[in-house]
């Protein structure tokens, strides 16, 4: 018995008197004092001890004990060629090809009988691709059994094969097959001499033959499974590989070319457990990983297979494969921004018209996408009625983002893919979207093919109504009828005719018709009400809404209607009753919160209507009155920091919706951030065409100094157009950035008749100064005073212009000023001066410490200040006040000798003859001036 085990008996003979309490810690002691006594001894074993225990273990089965006593063995002398070699065998056995490689050489070369090595190292080298040390061994060698000449044989003419050597393997196949031998591998050898023949259909026959003698030979399988393959027949060459993993279950090479072929071959039941045992191996590899996404996804198992597809990719995968599971199977679950995450990184890859665009592009449309979608959907081709839903929602999704140029394209592509009622019916109302007729063309087809349908005979008759087709309309109704005459739809499509036709006895019948097929339907109270309102009885309407907002106190057309009749009768509240209540009870609907926010305006109420809408949670599934609403409110309450936010925020979520564009195109305007609304109306007009649009783009033009573009835009526009307000004042900038003043008149007059703002009388002053009509100037700046006593900008230019001709009147305009805006440097700083003027030196002091204080870079401030200093006798601290400003370039001659004749008073002469020598006066006023201060100072 070996000591090994004699020391695990002892253990287990002693282990139960661990669990006595008494003479548990005795004991203990004692049992350690024993093994350390017999680990002692063991530490004493030759290595032919060792050895002959691991042979003891290995005959038992207990391998792990072996290799551990052979181990030993080499740790006591390193040089015992006999336990490497054991080893190496063992290590072999286990498929630890690189150890046993390792130990085998060391064996070998420390003089273990190579004639026992030299098998089993071929098997070693041929394991771990080691060709070049395989075609180095002799396969003759003296001592060798022809059977182990032939495999040896084999195997070195397989690396030669592999290393391109070819005539060399042609030799040593030729030798193998002289061997006087039945061994299966020399008939391998022929199969061999096949291959390298290139007659790859016989060698393949030849090795099904083989089979017969040696159905389980590793090497037959595997090269019998390769044949198989070269031969373009992967299903057999799957089989044989299956086979050999049988056989060979530890090779994880094979296992997983095994994995990869299966799921090649749609099979992909039969490659799930094979990936899955090399997953147990590896549960982090990027192959294994795509290769279960891709079973998970075939089996419609989309959640694991994104799952697997993601562990492949974060662990460096970047297959294509692996992002298109993953997305396809993201996109089945509705998870579509994951979807888009993995499709659109490789979609530049994939080529035009694979399947994985359309997904990417249905992806792109239900995650806000639009543009994106559409650029995609430009790459594919072979279209065919399976994609007439995507591009109609494409096209849907376009229109809704304002981007009609783009929708055109789409539209045209998808016209004709289908004749489905459904796909018809969208491909109409897309077509009517874009103010395409020919959509009406479509709705018929659609009513056409499926006269049941409800939606589209409903999209027709709304077609037809919009564009005041009545005739059609009523035949609609009459066909309806007939047709469905157990639902009122097609009466109330009559009764809307008859009511288009002022004939409202025929209305009332369709309605009635109507109303009894279907006496609680909202559609038909509705039209019954309409019809009050059009036989102007208001109690009858009124009515007929409270009974209709008992049974549905939600309905928001009613509720609406409800409100604008009891206002017009002079009791908005109670008109806003209802509202109020059913918010009470559903605080959180949004139609109800913003149609609240539009009575609050209605009455001028906006602080209430701002306080309801931020009640509102804001997402882009909001509709455009919540959104024009808040944007009005906003303007309204002056709040424009906040509307800035709110119009860029709407156009993130619709970046050409007109309302939008059109209240962030006014408020850049009104902070003079001509730049960015010039982009804006061209990001506009590239998507969409619109006339409105244009003239505004003229506007942001000239405002931008492009007045060759200004003017290009403006001569394509038609006469009506070149005659509106707006166009005719930026006309009239044209011509004054022209030099034609006088030519600006009429025009500026125009635009300031039509909308007179602070931008419109400016221009228009401009143009009276600019061609000499300065009393016309003066006039129109006080009659727009009179009527906008608060325009603290007109109020200034006036002043400015009274300065000269009525001081008393511009003191006592900047006066105001100051009390519209107390912080205003240029009105501290010109009534100082005034003030100054009029020798009230105290109180135009403090106006210009005022306006220094507020604004102390600016030269014409800092003048002023110094100025009265030095009126006061304050020489010093005008010197220092001017000191702020003197350091840089001032190009006004009249300050610069203000601060000249400062600093002569403050006997600052040097200084002052260095100023003078450093500057060069232009104006001759400013030269006499000059030659007068030199003198008096005698300089």
Known sequence: MS??????????????????????????????????????????????EHIAAAEEFYAEGDVSAAVVELKNAIQLDPKLASARFELGKIYLEQKSFEAAEKELSRAQDLGYPEVEVLPLLTRAYQRTGANTALVALDHEMEGLTV?????????????????????????????????????????????????IEQENEDALQQSIELQKQAPLNKDLLSLTARLYLVNEQPTEAADIYAEYVKAEPEDAETR?????????????????????????????????????GIVR????????????????????????????????????????????????????????????LRILAASQLQTGLTSEASDLLGRLGNLTSNDATLFSKAGYELVKRGENKRAVEIIERSDGLSDDTDDLTRLGVLKLSVNNIDGILDLESAVEKSPESVTAKSTLATAYMASNQLDKASELASEWKKEASNLPEGFLLAGEVALRNNDLVTAESEFLSASAIAPNNTKVQMALIGLELRKEDIPAAISKLEQLLEESPDYVPALTAYYALKNREGSPDEGLEPILSQLSKTPENNQLLVLLSQVYVQQSEYENALDTLNKVTEDKALDTAYWGTKGTVLLRLNKLAQADEHYTKWLSFSPNNRDAAMGKLLLLDSRNDYQVGLTLTQDYLESRDDPQMEVLQSYFLIMTGKVEEAQSLIDSFNPNVKNLPLVRGVTARIKLRQGDAKGAVDDAKAAYDDNPSTKSVFLLAQAYDLSGQEAESRSLLSSYLENNPNDLRVMMLLAEKKIESDKNTAINMYQDALKLDENNSVVLNNLAYLLTQEGQLDEAAGLAKRAFDLNPNSPAVVDTYAQIQVKQGNTDDAVETYSRVMNQEVDNEEIFLNYVEALLLNGSKEIAKRRITERSLKQEESKQRLSSLKAKFNI
Do not use: W
């Not at 397989?158 to 006087?180: G, T």
């Not at 591998?185 to 022929?190: E, I, N, S």
């Not at 094979?274 to 147990?280: A, G, N, P, R, S």
């Open 256 to 292: 997983f070319i095994l994995a990869r072929m299966l799921i090649d071959l749609n099979r992909s039941d039969e490659a799930e457990p094979h990936v899955d045992t090399l997953l147990k191996i590896n549960d982090k590899n990027a192959l294994l990983n795509k290769l279960k």
């Open 147 to 195: 059977v182990e000449k032939a495999e040896v044989g084999f195997l070195k003419a397989q690396s030669l094969l592999q290393l391109n050597k070819v005539e060399e393997a042609r030799v040593l196949v030729q030798d193998i097959l002289a061997l006087e031998t039945s061994s299966v591998y020399k008939g391998l050898a022929g199969v061999l001499r096949l291959i």
């Open 3 to 48: 000591k090994i085990k004699f020391i695990n008996r002892i253990k287990n003979k002693l282990g139960s008197t661990l669990s006595s309490g008494q003479n548990r810690k005795k004991t203990s002691i004692a049992v350690v004092l024993l093994i350390s006594l017999f680990l002692s001894a063991c530490s004493q074993k030759t290595s032919q």
């Open 297 to 356: 996804a075939a089996d419609q198992d989309f959640v694991n297979g994104q799952k697997y597809s993601e562990i492949a990719i974060n662990n460096g995968s970047v297959d294509p494969i692996s992002r298109l599971v993953a997305g396809y199977s993201a996109y089945q679950q509705a998870d579509f921004e994951g979807a888009v995450g993995h499709l659109s990184t490789i979609a530049t890859s994939l080529p035009d018209n694979h399947p994985g």
